[in-house]
């Protein structure tokens, strides 16, 4: 049909004559002058159907249900050109008329208005044509996909068409509507903004609906792309045309079945109304419902709607800014748009041409909405806009005549506009940018119920993209009613959100909104509500029993305040302090035959390595450094080398004492009393010359183990070198296997007390100790490796010093009578 409009209009101006096939409908208001602005509201929401009988020729179409709110916008067209007609500043000299259309929501009354203006030709007009344009510019449509078809008839002409309301981003594309200009924001930025809105309240899971239109299906499309990169996701989006009934039963069932509390609406006003007609059918409410457009349309506010709507938030431009307009819309409107109503006194008396204006005449003194209109601005704005552009056009200034009788083409006005620079008396800026709209402003707004049950469409906020970064936004929640009159915000989200110590992890097939709360793993934490990821802890570190915070590890080591440690140490010192008693007892009775007869002096180097031995083992507790390092290793491996040397020595003077009393044996001379000194420290430079090479080379140095226990960190010494450790050991282990055999061999010597049956005794339990520490040592884990290494070191001490000493101290503290020379020497005597 369209293309058949656009056909029809070129044809009939580029004829000489031309012909209308049908005479358009009247202005519902109009006003001659110099130059004309043509407009189109949608005064009416519908029109009367006819039957067609298609015998005679279709009457005009009836228009049915009065919008006071359209009817107001063209209410303030009309107010704004009175004013310029008033100025002497804005073309002077030149009046200012308008050729208003009512389209009662009809696209072929639509059409009909710009076929009127196109074609040069009025009702009043003769039949030819005059080839111009009657308009210099159009203001309107209310609607996007209305407006779109208007500004694609009219494009081809260049008639500039300047919309106070139409949104849609598509008219923001130049190549296609190169004439259009809007006083309103496109959808690019009110989808975005509902989008941060959402956010900002912290919903995630939403449902949506919107105009099956241009307006609906563009404005969507920019939130569901503004929504997926705010994270927010979307359970259903639906559309719906007004024309289709079933559908709009089908939203409503899907809104019902749902599980998003928060409802997204963007809708064009007539469909809202429309759409709230099936929810309250379904006793659809307690739903947050978030909008654009309608959300401060008057046509809304009921009782009843209430009910649906109530708490609801959403984007709008700005109220009523200009002075003056209440007291024009009950007196001056009337007396001028009207002239069929005749005023006696105080009350008006309508003739019978009045009559087709009756449901309008009817808001004639009605005057209480005034002060709550929105988009009335941007018509006194467009207005103003298409005033300014003339003036320019006409060379008029300030105080000055315009050019009256000058010629202005339609491209001309285009042009102008794209140069409209000027500030209203309200103080608002006027200019258009590149896509040929204004300035993106919003105020915020919250449907609320007054002290008398009247309903309140409060701002609560504003948001204006002409503002730096992070000042756009402005909301104060606390002025906020929320969905069914609640003071808490609602909640609307797939999943509840994942506590701190856990992680998202998403369901499969389902929205990334949906998602199940997996603990963060052991050294892993998340210290923030909804975490996509657990963090892993830093290297000494460790995540805490809930995962929500990593603390220092638990350092771990042998101390000496602990039980393990305490006891390992009293019993170091016991075993000390025992070596010291028999030291004690034995230098007491030094002179006794059983002290003489196990080499006394060998006796007291012995013990005084035992009691060394047992102290070395206190080096092994507390916290490592690297001095305690260096001095446990080389300190039990100097005294035990000094111990086994001394038994090994005493063991060889029992079998060199042995062949000394054989006849003819003259070996007692090579194995004195300073030769058994020297072997001791012989045998004990070899020690300490490889602990100094150790040292020298790759000594041991505390080291922080975080490998064997995950959440611990184990203090201990890294041996440096493990071959001089394995030295150390392996050369300990030789002397005592060496003296292992030697005590072996003289166990069943003749004597009566023979000394190396002790020897031997002792020996195999040393031997069987540290043979079982190797693998205990190795497989040990953190404190318990000390541990096993004390152990050993105690109980090798404690079997030399009880298996040597314990006989000799028995028969000098309970069986003196045996401590005899003779007695000692018996088995001898009777042997030879």
């Not at 049909?1 to 656009?6: D, Q, T």
Request: aromatic fraction near 12%; charge should be neutral.
């Amino acid at each position: 049909m369209l293309f058949l409009v656009l056909f029809l209009s070129l044809s009939l101006t580029n004829g000489e004559n031309c012909h209308i096939l049908e005479d358009p409908e009247n202005p519902l208001l109009s006003k001659d002058g110099d130059v004309i602005i043509g407009a189109i509201f949608s005064i009416h929401r519908g029109t009367q159907m006819q039957s067609l009988t298609y015998t005679v020729k279709p009457q005009p179409l009836i228009c049915i249900r009065m919008d006071l709110r359209e009817f107001r916008l063209a209410q303030t067209m009309t107010f704004a050109i009175a004013e310029i007609n008033r100025s002497n500043s804005l073309l002077p000299n030149i009046s200012v008329g308008y050729k208003i259309y009512d389209n009662c929501l009809s696209s072929l009354l639509s059409m009909k208005a710009a076929m009127a203006w196109m074609n040069g030709r009025d009702i009043t007009a003769d039949d030819a044509c005059s080839g111009e344009a009657v308009v210099q510019a159009i203001i309107g449509e209310s609607e996007s996909t209305p407006t779109i078809a208007l500004t694609r008839a009219t494009g081809p002409f260049k008639i500039p068409v300047i919309s106070h309301a139409a949104t849609c981003d598509c008219l923001s594309n130049r190549k296609e509507y190169p004439s259009f200009f809007r006083t309103i924001p496109s959808d690019y930025y009110q989808g975005r903004a509902l989008a941060y809105l959402v956010k900002h309240f912290g919903w995630s899971w939403v449902g949506a609906v919107h105009s099956d239109n241009d307006y609906g299906n563009n404005g969507m499309a920019i939130f569901l792309n503004a929504a997926k990169k705010e994270g927010i996701c979307v359970e259903y989006s639906e559309k719906f045309d007004r024309s289709h009934p079933a559908k709009m039963i089908k939203v409503a069932d899907i809104i019902k079945k749902g599980t998003a509390k928060v409802i997204i609406l963007f809708l064009a006003y007539f469909d809202m109304n429309f759409l709230i007609e099936q929810l309250i059918l379904n006793n659809l409410t307690g739903y947050q419902m978030i909008g654009v457009a309608w959300i401060s349309a008057g046509g809304l506010v009921s009782p009843a709607n209430y009910k649906v709507l109530a708490g609801a938030i959403g984007f709008d431009v700005g109220k009523l800014k200009f002075d003056g307009f209440d007291d024009y819309v009950v007196n001056g409107f009337w007396q001028t748009a009207f002239p069929c109503l005749q005023t006696e006194g105080n009350v008006s008396q309508p003739e019978n041409n009045c009559s087709k204006y009756e449901d309008i005449i009817q808001f004639k003194n009605y005057s209480k909405d005034v002060s709550e209109l929105r988009y009335v601005n941007n018509v006194y704005n467009a207005v103003y806009a298409v005033a300014h552009s003339l003036h320019n056009l006409l060379g008029c200034t300030e105080n000055q005549s315009c050019e009256k009788n000058k010629t202005i083409q339609s491209w001309q006005v285009v042009e102008s506009l794209k140069r409209v620079n000027f500030t209203t008396k309200a103080g608002d800026r006027i200019w258009f940018d590149s896509t040929g709209a204004t300035t993106p402003k919003y105020e915020v707004v919250n449907w609320q119920q007054g002290y008398n049950e009247e309903v309140l469409l409060k701002v609560v906020g504003y948001y204006d993209a002409s503002l730096p970064t992070g000042q756009q936004f402005v909301l104060n929640d606390k002025d906020i009613v929320w969905a069914g009159e609640k003071t808490e915000k609602p909640r609307s989200v797939c999943s509840e959100s994942c506590p701190p110590g856990t992680r998202k992890a998403a369901q499969k097939g389902k929205p990334v909104c949906c998602y199940d709360c997996i603990p963060c793993a052991e050294g892993e934490i998340s210290n923030q509500t909804d975490s996509n990821n657990c963090e892993q802890c830093p290297e000494e570190f460790w995540s805490n029993a809930v995962r929500d915070k990593c603390v220092l590890k638990v350092i771990e080591f042998l101390s000496f305040t602990e039980v393990m440690g305490i006891v390992l140490v009293l019993f170091s010192l016991v075993g000390a302090i025992i070596t010291v008693l028999v030291a004690i007892l034995f230098l007491i009775e030094k002179d006794s035959p059983i002290v003489k007869a196990n080499n006394s002096e060998l006796s007291f180097l012995l013990l005084f390595s035992l009691t060394l031995c047992f102290l070395c083992s206190l080096t092994f507790i507390g916290r490592p450094s690297q001095w305690s390092c260096m001095l446990r290793h080389t300190a039990f491996g100097i005294t035990f080398v000094l111990c086994i040397s001394c038994v090994l020595g005493k063991t060889i003077v029992v079998l060199v004492a042995f062949r000394a009393t054989l006849p003819g044996s003259n070996v007692m001379k090579w194995f004195g009393p300073l030769q058994q000194r020297l072997s001791v420290l012989a045998f004990t430079l070899i020690q300490v010359l490889i602990c100094v090479i150790w040292l020298t080379v790759s000594p041991p140095f505390p080291k922080k183990n975080m490998n064997y226990y995950k959440e611990k960190i184990i203090l201990e010494c890294n041996l440096g070198s493990a071959i001089g450790f394995w030295a150390v050991l392996g050369y300990i282990g030789l002397l005592s296997f060496l003296c292992f055999v030697l005590a072996f061999l003289a166990r069943k010597l003749p004597d009566n007390f023979n000394e190396a049956k002790f020897i031997t005794f002792s020996l195999l339990i040393f031997c069987a100790v540290w043979i079982t520490f190797i693998p205990a040592y190795v497989s040990s884990p953190g404190k318990f490796t000390v541990a096993v290494e004390i152990f050993a070191i105690l109980a090798s001490s404690f079997a030399l010093l009880f298996c040597i000493f314990t006989p000799k101290c028995y028969i000098i503290l309970f069986k003196p009578e045996l401590n005899t020379k003779k007695n000692m020497m018996g088995k001898a005597s009777k042997s030879l």
